[in-house]
């Protein structure tokens, strides 16, 4: 069966569902869309996905749409290598890193949010700040939980579903010029990463609708 992938380069959901996809060895068709230009909200893929957002994944006649219920999707139907550890304690944890990502940074900085503040008349330098803001606040919170739990990774020895957030949510930190230096364990987690197949084939830039810098 062959797997279709809704997916923006530099999209920090679909970037997700990307490493998930890679770490279980699960390939997939690649279908671009352009946020920038508004493709997300075209009919074509309003068909596709209701909502209008990326990622969408069709599994042969059933459209998964939402980073997180795909990336478990991923895990209950192949559940190895794991992406979860076996411990419920252990389980939670990770799914609160991954939230912390998901639910509480991610949600204010995406396209559509920058659009609105726009549209008010907040000028480019107000949106970094706002950008720039909750990027902090998220890994003032996730730094401790990564230096008591991680080992290489954000929890443990291996990846979980909290890398398959957290690596694109530092690649947008990154793009929006957040200072890295008071999070190391989070950036050793970047670095451990960065030497990983499955997140160096997932990276934006290994994209084939990548854009040169």
Known sequence: MAYTLY???RATAPYRVRIGLALKGVGYDYVALDLIKGDQREPEYRAVNPQGLTPALDIGGHVLTQSLAI???????????AILPKAALDRAVVRAMADIVACDIHPLNNTRVGRELHKRGIDP????????????????????????????????????????????????????????????????????????PAFQSAHPNNQPDAKPA
Not at 71 to 81: C, D, F, S, Y
Not at 149 to 176: M, V, W
Request: aromatic residues 12%; glycine residues 6%.
């Open 125 to 196: 330098e107000g949106i970094l700040a706002w950008t720039q803001r909750w990027i902090k606040d998220g890994f003032d919170t996730l730094e401790p939980m990564v230096a008591k739990h991680g080992k290489g990774f954000a929890f443990g020895e291996q990846p979980t579903i909290a890398d398959c957030c957290l690596i694109p949510q530092i690649y947008s930190a990154n793009r929006y010029e957040v200072d890295l230096a008071p999070y190391p364990a989070i950036g050793a987690v970047a670095e451990r990463a960065a030497e990983h």
């Open 7 to 9: 997916s923006a380069w």
């Open 71 to 81: 990336l478990e999707w991923l895990e209950e139907t192949r559940p190895e290598p």
